[in-house]
């Protein structure tokens, strides 16, 4: 179990003991995968390159592996299954995509170090997984629809985003959307004070870490797999997530009421190892480009209507009472979130901020 109740301060709030576990077993899974996954990827694909006139289909194609953290049957999920379907068609077998979901590989921020090393090339973490400026779209009521989150990521703020994760290895292909954050707890959660002393998951952002603690609880990270069992046993009270992800890992089994808060937004990025990727041969590259284009289609026409739907779900199964502030109460919530901006501007260029609310503010 690798809940640990954080603070500010910490490093993306996971303590050192686990970090250096994660980075010990990603390092040796690592080192055994980069032997048979680089030597089926970048060396075959120096092969291909030469030998691709006479021989178009490689005995062995090069292998994507794409690791994700969360069911199947979600916008990611099906879109991860959407790009190896297009990709292994459109390259004829040249590219095998093994997509593994529900952190069957990786956990959360594990999958970063095994991105880096190589041991996967393909991944679509939260935005809050990448740190810094990313977090910027963390920032409580920052969106009020998923129109403006899209302006945002589409124009030159997404595309800096991206840019800069280039110094790190990593290649930005694609922001791929999920939707509105709800809270669930063991008690109703109405006002601003009813979140005094809770326990409450939030991904590994500091932005994140800082909204609950300036609602009074008390901010635990730790990776999605280990949710519903943490919240099952009584280690945590509550948990903010899309009602997709809630749905899908089962969590409104374990909680006793929901607010249709819609305070924060969750998206993801979809990157590869740069490495992995610049090693390709172009015409693969190009196609693989094209396929990324109409999976992250695919998945931006999801993630809206699949939110929509799992919140009906959960309120069919009539095991949680849902709550739906009014706007007056919303107000109440977004007062009293607003000195986050000002502590996240220790990690977020306040200069982002200013820039994202320009956009919000501009006429669509
Ligand atoms: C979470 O950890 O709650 C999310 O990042 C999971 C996901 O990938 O949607």
Known sequence: MDIDHTNVSGTHGENKSRRLATALTTFSIAAVQLASVWALGITEVDAQ?????????????????????VAVDTAKGRAALKFKELAEARTGGQVRVEVYP?????????????????????????LSKFGGDFEALDLPFLFTSHAQYRRVVDGPIGARMLQN???????????????????????????????????IRVQASKTLVTQMKQLGSEPSVSSLSNVHEALRS???????????????????????????????????????????????????????????????????????????????????????????????????????????YQTSEAWIDPALISDIEAVNQAPP
């Not at 691709?52 to 690791?67: C, E, H, M, N, Y």
């Not at 529900?102 to 939260?126: C, F, H, T």
């Open 49 to 69: 390159t030469q030998a691709s006139a006479t021989a178009p289909v490689p005995a062995r194609p090069i292998l994507i592996q794409f690791s994700h953290v």
């Open 102 to 126: 529900n952190s069957q590989l990786y956990k959360d921020r594990e999958e970063l170090d095994a991105l880096s090393l190589g041991a996967v090339q393909m991944l679509a973490p939260a």
């Open 165 to 199: 994760l280039e110094s790190r290895g990593f290649r930005g292909l694609a922001f791929w959307d999920n939707g509105f954050k709800v809270f669930t707890a063991n008690r109703p959660l109405q006002s601003v004070q009813d979140f005094k002393g809770l326990r």
């Open 234 to 340: 009584g280690k945590l009270d509550g948990q903010e997530n899309t009602p997709i992800n809630i749905a899908s890992q089962h969590l409104h089994d374990v909680q006793t009421h929901l607010t249709v808060s819609n305070h924060g937004y969750l998206a993801y990025a979809v990157v590869v190892n740069k490495y992995f990727w610049d090693k390709l041969p172009a015409d693969i590259r190009t196609t693989l480009e094209g396929a990324m284009r109409d999976a992250t289609a695919y998945e931006n026409s999801l993630a809206e209507a699949d939110n929509i739907r799992a919140l009906k779900q959960i309120e069919a199964t009539g095991k949680l009472n849902v709550y739906v502030p009014d706007s007056r109460v919303l107000a109440q919530w977004r007062q009293a979130l607003v000195p986050v």
